[in-house]
């Protein structure tokens, strides 16, 4: 049996607002008592997470005077120094106050989208001051109820423009800091601009310093939109996008559940860590998810561990699936490489182009050939399930 104990090389992190979730939501009061920031770095750093991230207003309310901030920041860094724990990752909450009720960077309100920018900054500094590496914008409330309210080019023209601002301000700074954006298709708002990873990598080419900024796919959000995540992962990660990741699970069509990771789609789940172990996928693993509303703060303990044990999990059986002589068998069989197409593939030539129009294929032996996937998912299903 192998060692599930995560490790500072895994790179597990959880947000402040993961564990530290009170258990609110729309039909119901909070089931668990609100820890302070120090105190929820002190159940990570018992869990075994490598990191935590926050928004600024996780660790700053608001309204805190900077007295008040100052001591909290104190009790946080303490925490942090106490346990070991970095923070690897930080964004703005440009969702929870009244004021972004029709967006941040995106709201018709010029007021409001020059505030928003001065709670970025602000919310940049801050994430700095802790370490942070990476900058995530989710960009829930940047969309619509109604498409009478808004123009939608308007709205691609204001985000971009504020992220140009945002990476010039880093510039500026000289702070060592990439972006991430993250998409979600709806929740809070009716409709979300930028929906899918895919939105989300056709903006970043649109915009000025694109080098500074990547992709925070989230298995949830590409789930309630019915996607296939690793496939949108995989295009993040080919485009040299993948600076983040957020782990977690969801029922397709469903609201937002962020349960536990690999709770409810192993398999989707097991492709996703295959993925990114076999690719070397270094950047932090965020599990941004939190605990059902039945548990206590134990049963937080037991949310988080469960994220980061079933992952090491099915990064054991990635392993053994690339070890599994009749799995590799049956790739190599459809894989293998036919000698005598070289001549019709890879780059365009124009004699290319005229040998293929007179080779003669036979479509229909070819079509013929079974290709063993039932076997190969069958395969695939009794390693999960525990007999290979
Ligand atoms: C919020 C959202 C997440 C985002 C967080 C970052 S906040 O919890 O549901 O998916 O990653 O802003
Ligand atoms: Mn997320
Ligand atoms: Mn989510």
């Known amino acids: 049996m192998t060692d599930f104990t995560p490790k500072p090389e895994h790179k597990f992190t959880f947000g402040?607002?993961?564990?530290?979730?009170?258990g609110r939501d729309p039909f119901g009061d909070p089931v668990r008592d609100k820890k302070s920031p120090a105190e929820l770095v002190n159940l990570l750093g018992e869990v075994g997470a490598y990191g935590v991230n926050f928004h600024d207003n996780d660790l700053i309310p608001i309204d805190a005077t900077p007295a008040e901030a100052e001591a909290i920041k104190k009790d946080f860094r303490k925490a942090l120094d106490d346990t070991g724990l970095k923070v690897p990752m930080a964004t703005t909450n440009l969702f929870g106050d009244p004021v972004f009720k029709d967006g941040a960077f995106t709201s018709n309100d010029p007021k409001v989208r020059a505030y928003a920018r001065q709670k970025t900054l602000k919310a940049i500094d801050l994430g700095v001051e802790f370490g942070a590496k990476t900058y995530v914008f989710w960009g829930g409330r940047e969309g619509t109820e109604t498409d009478s309210s808004k123009n939608a080019v308007d709205a691609i023209k204001w985000n971009r423009e504020a992220m140009n601002f945002f990476c010039e301000y880093a510039l500026d700074k000289k702070y060592d800091l990439r972006f991430a954006?993250?998409?979600?298709?709806n929740e809070p708002r009716g409709d979300i601009y930028n929906s899918t990873t895919g939105h989300m990598l056709g903006f970043i080419a649109t915009l000025d310093h694109p080098e500074m900024v990547g992709v925070n796919p989230e298995v949830?959000?590409?789930?309630?939109?019915?996607?296939?995540?690793?496939?949108?992962?995989a295009q993040a990660w080919e485009a040299g996008k993948l600076f983040h990741i957020d782990l977690n699970d969801q029922y397709p069509g469903r609201y937002d559940q962020d349960l536990r990771f690999a709770s409810r789609d192993i398999k989707a789940a097991f492709y996703l860590v295959k993925f990114l172990e076999d690719v070397g996928y270094d950047n932090p693993r965020?599990?941004?998810?939190?605990?059902?509303r039945t548990e206590d703060y134990e049963g937080v303990k037991d949310f988080a561990r469960g994220c980061m044990r079933s992952y090491l999990m099915l990064k054991e059986k990635a392993a053994q699936f690339n070890a599994d002589k009749e799995i590799q068998a049956i790739l190599a069989e459809n894989i293998a490489d036919d000698p005598a197409m070289q001549k019709?593939?890879?780059?365009?030539?124009?004699e290319k182009a005229d040998a293929l129009k007179a080779q003669a294929f036979d479509r229909k032996a070819i079509a013929n050939r079974g290709l063993k996937y039932e076997r190969l998912d069958q395969l695939t299903i009794d390693l999960l399930l525990g007999n290979r």
Do not use: C, N, Q, R
């Open 16 to 22: 402040l607002w993961t564990v530290g979730s009170i």
């Open 220 to 233: 949830a959000h590409e789930h309630m939109a019915g996607l296939d995540f690793m496939h949108g992962v």
């Open 286 to 292: 965020h599990f941004d998810a939190h605990a059902y």
């Open 181 to 185: 954006l993250e998409a979600k298709p």
């Open 344 to 350: 019709f593939l890879g780059k365009y030539s124009p």
